[in-house]
């Protein structure tokens, strides 16, 4: 953990912030050259780092920036979740551009990214423990968040336990968060500004700016072993069932049927089916568990539905309303792949 | 652990390359949400995020691609070593601009990177246990290093432990980094391609673009008990020590006839004593030992000088060659902010 610049104050601020509220296991915070962690005995530590990159994986013309700040969080509580860790801190490195601290304009964008990440923390009691800052060389705003958990040893969920035959459950709904994106898009910055994270909710009322990582979902999972396999869903449904299938050694088949469509998504009949499976961005969790189990209709306060199940082999097949099938390929984008690299 | 682009073949790369390495306390690697760690009984855990940004802590001009690599492991390393920490993993976030991929020549840059951390994890015997990997959205280099360590619980050494009265010593010698700077500037790029890593050795021969991390200083001095804070030399001297000072609520005397300037510094004689007080990137260890404790000359074959000692107040002095007592100000400087902002 290096101040390259003369952040100190900053860092400070976030350490009385933030910091200080933590934290079941951490020993040693923000203020020396490493932060310490204590797990609980008998538990593996699990760890994750997401990029947060301006221009990748958010707007500032688009994501209020509490958004941005929930977001970044989101994005790393959401790997511990697909795994059934207990998060036991996070780590933000955090380059701005030099005009964040010099214009009072500058100031207050910071200011809302980190209400907007402490918020998050705060609903899941993790504190930051450290992690750097930089003035950023090209004007961006460029996060990387590090999330630290912990599980009893042995018991993590992973990809790699899924077995033909299991049946496939996500959930919540899918494609909500691709679609208040592609509203985003047409509505542009203006309407923005109305967006409070009060607004966000467990409700899923704004899937895009405020995910919901399903810690609480994920825990349930491990603790009454539900899973045989899970992942998070990030990249779309498309893909990330893609990476369990590689994992286990499996294939899958997907009712179409079955999908449960966002309000948002389902607001675009032509496109539903596409922002479901390819959306991304949707942080449900998507997992597997033996048919001799029986996995209830919501845990955690979350909906579960059954989507399919794994087979033998490699593919991956949609089954659609008339029964026919057709493969289903990874087909996960790059959000803002055209519109915005430099 | 997201992959928003299509970068999997990139990570897989890396994972047979590297991750495959690893480790003692690495339960599973790159290819689920989190990587699964196992510290061994009794230790905690450190972690440690350090950004290296191109135009901030490195240029392609001034660095060979090789250099950029060890310098980004070696940041993350040095700091688990201040602490007296066993590395157990590293994790790297890395956003490439498109032409990284979509060329040869962005291509092979990549490739010896790679090789430079490469070589130096495969020194310190650090698995690559995940990371995320994005596009850059301006074109520069962006990395995040994260280093997870351990060490016996309540063992690690901290800033914070100095007291009035203690020893303060410092390992290597000073200001080389920072003079080795100021010669690749002087230079340019032109006359970089010939400094392979091969050079790099302990010796310090090219002490900007292959620092040594301390690891095994670091972990003598924790194990024998001998310092009662420890910093690694990452700002400067003159700042690092301020912040050991602060930390542990104490001022400090440092005797410039003692101080071990580095040959590559004391080629300037002008500036010497300026680059060893605020120059930077020395990754040496700065520590504070009781005056009962006697501190070998040497340690795990690093050469260990004394320089001075903790004092009671909050300031830093300096004793200069005539015995003449001035105000020490930390002055570490930042690199590149002149030069390469955009």
Redesign the interface.
């Given at each position: 953990?290096?101040?390259?610049?003369g952040e100190l104050a900053q860092i400070e601020r976030i350490r009385s912030g933030w910091g200080g509220r933590g934290g079941r296991g951490l020993?040693?915070g923000i203020?020396?050259?490493?932060?310490?962690?204590?797990?609980p005995a008998g538990h593996?530590?699990?760890?994750?780092?997401?990029?947060s990159?301006?221009?990748?994986?958010f707007r500032r013309d688009w994501h209020p920036p509490e958004s941005a700040g929930h977001r970044a969080l989101a994005?790393g509580l959401?790997?511990?979740a697909?795994?059934g860790?207990r998060p036991l801190?996070a780590?933000l490195?955090l380059?701005l551009p030099?005009d964040s601290m010099a214009t009072r304009a500058g100031r207050q964008w910071v200011e809302r990214f980190f209400a907007g990440l402490h918020a998050l923390a705060g609903e899941h009691e993790v504190p930051l423990?450290?992690?750097?800052t930089?003035?950023?060389?090209?004007?961006?705003v460029?996060a990387?968040i590090?999330?630290?958990?912990s599980?009893p040893?042995g018991c993590?969920l992973?990809?790699?336990g899924g077995r033909a035959g299991d049946a496939l459950y996500v959930s919540g709904a899918l494609g909500g968060s691709a679609a208040e994106l592609v509203e985003l898009e047409r509505r542009g910055t203006q309407k923005l500004r109305g967006i409070g994270q009060a607004d966000a909710g467990t409700a899923g009322k704004h899937p895009q700016l405020y995910p919901q990582p399903r810690i609480a979902l994920g825990q349930a999972l491990l603790r009454r072993r539900l899973a045989s396999a899970a992942?998070?869903l990030?990249?779309g449904l498309s893909t990330d069932l893609g990476h369990l299938c590689h994992?286990s050694g499996v294939g899958a088949e997907v009712l179409e049927a079955a999908l449960p469509i966002h309000p948002l998504a389902a607001a675009h009949p032509e496109r539903a089916l596409a922002l479901a499976l390819n959306g991304g961005e949707d942080y449900e969790l998507l997992f597997a568990a033996s048919p001799s189990i029986k996995v209830p209709r919501s845990l955690a306060g979350i909906a579960i539905t059954r989507i399919g199940k794994l087979v033998r082999g490699a593919g991956m097949t949609l089954i659609d309303t008339a029964g026919r099938r057709c493969p289903l390929k990874p087909a996960g984008w790059?959000h803002f792949?055209a519109s915005?690299?430099?």
């Open positions: 953990m290096k101040n390259a610049m020993t040693l203020g020396d050259d490493c932060a310490i962690l204590r797990p593996e530590v699990l760890v994750t780092t997401d990029f990159l301006e221009g990748r994986h994005r959401s790997d511990l697909a795994m860790a801190a780590f490195s380059a030099g423990a450290g992690g750097d930089s003035e950023s060389p090209c004007g961006l460029l990387d590090v999330l630290v958990g599980a040893a993590a992973r990809r790699s992942i998070d990030s990249d994992e790059e792949a915005s690299s430099r």
